[in-house]
């Protein structure tokens, strides 16, 4: 199979973006893998594919395939990136677009600076629509990690996420309990683990290892998460600069009853085609 494709990042996040607008597109896991792969693919921690939309009253529908060949409801870096790739095609001409995800109608405008602001839905902290296995709502939650435990807001931004706050980011044990929080048995779904570093009221530094990709240079919800769960436990103001090894984004919440706002750059990398392999192992 023939693909034509486009690489895009934001803030090092990297994506591989294909149109189905005209062509349905059925990728299996295992060539979903290989288009990820950086040795033998194009490479990327996401594949994004753009689809017409379900309802006409909206305009496109898009699907997020993470590395490892499973599909997640939502992304926030590849919702910008989404949002210049179907400028740059000529697919539409509206600076702002209203898109269906598995998480929830987005609505990502373009700024006339080049960034991008993405409408990223209200932060939900009911354990059940996480989902999270937990007898009651509450601020925080203890969870054993390995051999130690540690307070965590865990809140869903159409996705799952454990939220930490970290000393200091640099020395968190990303590596090491990044995996064994993804894969906690009190997340039915897996969840992305967030490690948070409050700088000030302003400002937090941030790293995520998320579900399905492993640690990536910049996290679009888990960014919206992390301040979500800051402002909710009275430790930030309502608009964030978030700082990740990729570069910054700008994350506003008003609080509940509110969307989280969040403003940044996407960027083109390069287009090509590739050739799928005939056969491709299926298995993980």
């Known amino acids: 199979m023939l693909l034509r494709f486009t690489k895009m990042q934001g803030l090092g996040n990297d994506f591989v973006v294909l149109d189905a607008t005209a062509t349905p597109l059925h990728l299996t896991p295992g060539q979903i893998r290989w288009i990820a792969d950086r040795h033998f693919g194009v490479g990327c921690d996401q594949i994004l594919i753009v689809e017409p939309p379900h309802d006409p009253a909206n305009d496109f529908r898009y699907r997020i ?82 051999t130690v435990t540690r307070e965590f807001s865990v809140l869903s931004m159409g996705n799952p996420h454990a939220v930490q706050v970290v000393p200091s980011v640099a020395q968190a044990p990303v590596a090491q309990e990044g995996p064994l929080i993804e894969r906690h048995p009190a997340f039915p779904k897996r969840v992305n683990a967030g490690f948070m570093e409050i700088v000030s009221r302003t400002h937090i530094r941030l790293r ?26 009275g430790l930030l103001d309502d608009t964030v600069t978030v700082t990740t090894r990729g570069g910054d984004l700008s994350i506003t919440w008003e609080g509940p009853g509110n969307p989280v706002w969040m403003t940044g750059d996407a960027v083109p990398v390069f287009s090509g085609e590739l050739h799928l392999p005939d056969s491709i192992k299926e298995t993980a």
């Open 65 to 146: 395939f993470n590395a490892d060949g499973s599909e997640v409801e939502n992304c926030g870096n590849g919702a910008r990136c989404f949002v210049r790739f179907v400028h740059d095609r000529g697919l539409t001409r509206k600076d702002e677009i209203r898109v269906e995800t598995l998480g929830g109608l987005i609505t990502p405008r373009l700024n006339p600076d080049g960034r991008v602001t993405v409408n990223m839905g209200e932060p939900e902290f009911d354990p059940a629509r996480v989902p999270f296995l937990a007898p009651a709502r509450a601020p925080t939650y203890p969870l054993t990690v390995g």
């Open 208 to 233: 995520v290892f998320e579900r399905g990709a492993g640690e990536t240079l910049a996290c679009g919800t888990g960014a919206c998460a992390a301040v979500a769960a800051g402002i909710a436990r």
